[in-house]
Nanobody
Framework: QVQLVESGGGLVQPGGSLRLSCAAS????????MSWYRQAPGKERELVAR????????TYADSVKDRFTISRDNAKNTVYLQMNSLKPTDTAVYYC?????????WGQGTQVTVSS
């Protein structure tokens, strides 16, 4: 029953901004950390950002630190990724994810393309 549905991807020029959303259902959202991962063509999936259930101690990949911001709204069961100053190297499929006890769950992914 766990479902993670990303939205907000699209095409943007270098230097532009985009905000991704992930709507969660089927579990007690406020009890779990949430993460954003991305996978570029020909590369392995990498962790982009993580936010604890309390919204404290957020973490970011070095490549996106100071440009991306992860946040959550527990009342809406939604986690966000605000992406600013986008670069072509940010082009990837972005996935929302959470780990619940024995397994990790993934959304379907949303494509972000940064190109001039």
């Amino acid at each position: 029953q766990v479902q993670l549905v990303e939205s907000g991807g699209g095409l943007v020029q270098p230097g532009g901004s985009l905000r991704l959303s992930c709507a969660a259902s089927g579990f007690t959202f406020s009890s779990y950390a949430m993460s954003w991962y991305r996978q570029a063509p020909g590369k392995e999936r990498e962790l982009v950002a993580r936010i604890p259930n309390t919204s404290a101690s957020t973490t970011y990949a070095d490549s996106v630190k100071d440009r991306f911001t992860i946040s959550r709204d527990n009342a809406k069961n939604t986690v966000y990724l605000q992406m600013n100053s986008l670069k072509p190297t940010d082009t990837a499929v972005y996935y929302c994810s959470t780990k619940i006890t024995w397994r990790r769950y993934w959304g379907q992914g949303t494509q972000v393309t940064v190109s001039s």
